[in-house]
């Protein structure tokens, strides 16, 4: 009993022994990070100090703090950022609905301004901004070496005033400009119209209005088709669609799914990351549905193709979207900027992270350019649709009634509709003749 307990004595101390031993290394490497971390810092101070008495003209030592901080934010990755108390407050203006500006939403690429997406019935996009456009110069300045709030802060200006931007457009050999007139934006998150017996959903943006909006929309445009019985199925048109709230996006998922994972965050604190999950309820009634995508579809629009994606409950057309896989928490701080700091990457519910790499369609369908109308003749038109109905004494058909030629007629006069969709919206006119085989299948099952 005594050899068993001295036994137990001697791995007891042994075990210190080793946690000692291995501990001394680790608070070692500890301390020496924060040595290092503090002469850093001391390195800001003698940098700042310097600058401030010594630079060739009297600098804001405000800007000059709100810069460093904005660069270190910044070097972390695109999305990372400082917002001074006027940006915040735009931000929070904007994510309600209304804003002023241009009307886009930008990145930064190799220095320049990069357009995500044209936000829809705003300057810039009734101006032709597109989705890829590099701007370059702001009235005459270059925009190259600015950070990006910089250089968004050269394109606000009051509402009324005109802004000459310089773009450049891949496909394009010259730069060209393009002035356009600053506006208030008020943003119509959801749009709805009817396609034959198709709903189509527009939806812009993803903000505090987009699930109240989608839900009016989507009920407005059943009625006017006579109820849901009617109602062949659902286009959701995400394309240009720059993102936003991830509630939003969570609650428009949601719209569409019974049950099931919409999306999961992780983040590198465990704290940070969470699962949201589907209730019951679908405002489609289980009636098909496509999601319509393309490179200016991005981040909450993302969400919301690959949750419906996963779950095998809309089928995706268009093209790759953007790619943007993470999350960003604004963080207010004192005076009364904000912070907005990558926190977490998103996942889809088959657990595929699409950053860098985007939601990519079921079905790739990729937009043909609006092609030159060439004038022709009324003779030529009037030969073109000539048929045995023209010719003088030609036979009647005895095999329908009235009507059944009146159903005949109104059949081949959405086939003609849906020919002039396809010239005008190639992809969305794809998305339509999906929609409409699954409506086939559905019946027949």
């Known amino acids: 009993m005594k050899r068993l307990l001295l036994a137990a004595s001697i791995g007891t101390i042994a075990g210190v022994l080793v946690t000692s031993q291995l501990a001394g290394p680790i608070v070692a490497q500890e301390l020496d990070r924060e040595r290092v971390t ?5 390195l800001f101070g003698d940098i700042f100090e310097r600058i401030r008495s010594s630079y060739v003209e009297d600098v804001d030592e405000k800007e000059l703090i709100e810069s460093a901080i904005n660069g270190m934010l910044s070097s972390l990755d695109p999305h990372s950022s400082y917002l ?52 370059t110069h702001v009235d005459g300045e270059p925009v190259l070496g600015l950070n990006l709030n910089e250089a968004v802060d050269l394109m606000r200006g009051p509402v009324g005033s005109d802004i000459l931007i310089t773009i450049v457009r891949e496909g394009d050999d010259e730069p060209f ?18 396609e034959s017996d198709a709903v189509v959903l527009r939806v812009t943006t993803f903000n505090e209005q987009t699930y109240p909006n989608l839900e009016e929309e989507l009920q407005k445009q059943v009625e006017e088709l006579g109820g849901m019985e009617n109602v062949s199925g659902f286009v959701i048109d995400l394309r240009n669609n720059p993102g936003g709230l991830l509630n939003q996006a ?24 969470d699962r949201y999950n589907a209730e019951a309820g679908d405002l489609a009634e289980g009636k098909p549905m496509v999601v319509l995508i393309n490179s200016g579809s991005a981040s909450a629009s993302e969400i919301v193709a690959g949750a419906l994606q996963d779950h095998r409950r809309a089928v995706v057309v268009g093209t790759k979207s953007f790619g943007k896989g993470s999350v960003q928490t604004i ?16 996942y889809t519910p088959s657990g595929r992270s699409i950053q860098n790499l985007g939601v990519a369609p079921d079905i790739i369908v990729e937009q043909r350019p609006a092609e030159p109308e060439e004038e022709e003749s009324e003779d030529s038109v009037a030969l073109q649709r000539r048929s045995e109905a023209d010719l003088r004494g030609s ?3 005895d095999s329908l009634s009235e009507d059944e030629l009146k159903l005949l007629e109104e059949e081949r006069e959405e ?6 969709q396809r010239a005008d919206d190639q992809q969305l006119a794809y998305a339509l003749d999906v929609l409409r085989g699954l409506s086939v299948l559905s019946r027949a099952e």
């Open 177 to 194: 400009d393009l002035t356009l007139t600053r506006d208030t934006i008020r943003i119509s998150a959801v749009r709805g119209r009817t």
């Open 84 to 135: 001074p108390p006027d940006d915040y407050t735009d931000m929070r203006v904007q994510t309600k609905g209304e804003f002023g500006g241009l009307g886009i939403e930008v990145t930064q690429e190799n220095g320049f301004v990069k357009v995500v997406s044209p936000i829809d019935d705003t300057p810039a996009a009734r101006a032709g901004v597109q989705a890829g456009d590099l701007i």
């Open 395 to 397: 036979l009647s058909n």
């Open 250 to 273: 969570i609650m428009v998922s949601d719209a569409f799914l019974e049950a099931g994972e919409i999306v999961s965050t992780r983040g590198r604190d465990p704290r940070d990351s």
């Open 38 to 42: 503090y002469q850093q810092l001391d």
């Open 331 to 346: 963080v207010p701080l004192q005076g009364n900027g904000a912070m907005r700091l990558t926190t977490a990457r998103y």
């Open 415 to 420: 086939a003609e509709a849906a020919a002039k």
